[in-house]
């Protein structure tokens, strides 16, 4: 089973930083793209930021020069760093990857979605 862990949500005060981290494990391989989405309460999920395995990235606008994503392709992990921290940007924050994924002996082009980890920020 494939399975995407997150880590490192918490509550700041604005302006600080936070570093998310997720882990790929179990029957996932060959992952092209790894990033993060959020969804504040009361609306939609959002795209956060996108890496691809050959190192192109993806931002939001709102989120530009102040996250960071990274990657490691070798450990399957990314990696978000937050800095400057706005209450705007409190949500839940899931990691998500898009790779080949065995199921009953078979593997499909799929994608995994982790729990999710609450980020806070306080004014």
């Known amino acids: 089973q494939a399975q995407l862990a997150e880590s490192g949500g918490g509550t700041v005060q604005a302006g600080e930083s936070l570093r998310l981290h997720c882990a790929a494990s179990g029957s996932i391989f060959s992952i092209n793209s790894m990033g993060w989405h959020r969804q504040a309460p009361g609306k939609k999920r959002e795209l956060v930021a996108v890496?691809?395995?050959?190192?192109?990235?993806i931002y939001a606008d709102s989120v530009k020069g102040r996250f960071t994503i990274s990657r490691d392709n070798a450990r399957s992990t990314v990696d978000l760093q937050m800095n400057s921290l706005k209450p705007e940007d409190t949500a839940t924050y899931f990691c998500?990857?898009?790779?080949?994924?065995?199921?009953?002996?078979?593997?499909?082009?799929?994608?995994?979605w982790g729990q999710g980890t609450l980020v806070t920020v306080s004014s």
């Open positions: 998500k990857a898009d790779g080949q994924v065995i199921t009953n002996g078979k593997d499909k082009f799929q994608t995994v």
């Open positions: 890496i691809t395995s050959g190192g192109y990235t």
